[in-house]
């Protein structure tokens, strides 16, 4: 089944050309089912790829799924233009009244500040605290799931030596949890990120669940006891040029980075990545769409 967005966002046509099913919305309230209605908040620079890549996992999945972007209005991206922002996007006022099936809050390029000294902590914290009783699931991924980690739990995060960048084996550690139905015991997935979470302080928290790690790259995959939050530390969604792309513009930038571990063949920047986490990636995000959000969203909310 499609998903539904906008029918001018930019990432319609690249979507499309890959055969992912896309309708728009006159066609899809002519269909008498029930959709998905699904939040997603973008705190990533570019947000253009964000939503790329995040629409093509979720128009993935049997079930047809209306997407809702939304901006902070307490910090004005500075590398999306204004008419994308304005066009595509809402605030947390505009939405605030309503409830969603699923929520998903992306990471951000500011691991290094203190989550108080980020611009919109604050506004971050409300929306935080409203998807305890208007979201049935919330999936947070990386910067995003080590500030719920926080603001929830209570975990803080803690600077790495050098950043973790690469792909990584990641060992399934519950395989009787839904969300990893159809994993292989072990599987790959990408990380950039210049700090961590303790495994020792999730493990010791009764209301979470460590799903799977990396010797590595430590924890991936996190969830609440009841799955309302899912956190995950990687980057399933990522293309296989986007870390590629990072390191690039790092250099660009003179930070001194080394390459991405495990990624480039024959650790030569010059060969093309392969993305060798693209079945898992589908496989995660249609497991928290069936399981976390469709079986368990009521079909009318209060």
């Known amino acids: 089944m499609p998903i539904k967005i906008p029918m001018h966002l930019p990432a319609r046509e690249i979507l499309e050309d890959e055969n992912i099913f896309i309708m728009d919305e006159g066609r899809a309230e002519r269909q008498d089912i029930r959709p998905l209605n699904i939040l997603i908040l973008n705190l990533m620079p570019e947000k253009e790829k964000t939503e790329r890549q995040l629409l ?4 993935n999945t049997p079930l047809q799924v209306n ?6 209005a307490t910090y004005e991206s500075k590398t999306t233009s204004q008419y994308h922002l304005e066009e595509f996007y809402q605030t947390f006022s505009q939405v605030k009244e309503k409830k969603y099936d ?5 990471g951000a390029p500011i691991e290094l500040l203190n989550f108080e000294e980020v611009d919109y902590w604050g506004e971050l914290r409300e929306i935080l605290d409203w998807t305890i009783t208007n979201v049935t699931s919330t999936l947070h991924i990386c ?3 080590q500030a719920a980690l926080y603001y929830h739990y209570g975990i803080r995060k803690y600077e790495l030596p050098t950043k973790c960048s690469g792909i990584y084996k990641h060992q399934v550690l519950d395989k009787k949890e839904k969300l990893l139905r159809g994993f292989d015991d072990e599987f790959l997935a990408p990380h950039s990120r210049n700090t961590d ?15 799977a790690s990396s010797e590595a790259a430590g924890p991936l995959i996190i969830s ?13 969604e990522y293309e296989a040029s986007t870390l590629g ?6 250099r660009a930038k003179g930070i001194s980075i080394n390459m991405p571990e495990n990624y480039f063949p024959g650790d030569n920047p010059e060969q093309q990545p392969l993305n060798l986490w693209r079945s898992h990636a589908h496989l995660f995000f249609s497991n928290w769409l ?6 368990e969203t009521p079909y009318k909310w209060d």
Request: proline letters at 0%.
């Open 56 to 59: 093509r996992l979720l128009g």
């Open 67 to 72: 997407i809702t972007f939304l901006k902070t």
């Open 102 to 106: 699923g929520m998903i809050i992306t």
């Open 143 to 145: 910067w995003g799931a």
């Open 197 to 211: 979470v303790s495994i020792e302080e999730l493990t010791n928290k009764a209301e979470l669940k460590l799903l």
């Open 224 to 236: 609440s006891r009841d799955g309302r939050r899912i956190m995950i530390t990687g980057h399933l």
């Open 245 to 250: 792309e990072e390191y690039a513009r790092d």
């Open 290 to 295: 069936n399981y976390y959000v469709y079986q």
